[in-house]
């Protein structure tokens, strides 16, 4: 018996190999398009530039922890160590 190379199953598997890989490079494309017209057309709202930036808030967190605590009135003080 002999043995036949099936040239239709290789093509058709390439075909469909090729096809798919378009149709996921495709896809990808618009993603990507609607992403970047998104981030240009994009714009923060007015309400939110008021507040401090991330590395400003942790700034004003340390000048909070490393102020000098208040010293405690002599009659807290007296009531406390009883």
């Known amino acids: 018996m002999e043995r036949k190379t099936n040239y239709g199953k290789i093509l058709a598997i390439t075909l469909s190999v090729v096809t798919a890989s378009c149709a996921i490079a495709f896809v990808l494309y618009r993603l990507i398009r609607n992403l970047i017209s998104f981030c240009t057309v994009y714009e923060e709202p007015a309400e939110l530039e008021d507040y401090p930036e991330f590395d400003e808030a942790l700034e004003y967190e340390e000048e909070?922890?490393?102020?000098?605590?208040?010293?405690?009135?002599?009659?807290?003080?007296?009531?406390?160590q009883a």
Do not use: F, N, Q, W
Request: hydrophobic share 35%; proline share 12%.
């Open 64 to 80: 909070m922890s490393e102020a000098p605590d208040e010293e405690i009135p002599a009659e807290d003080a007296a009531t406390e």
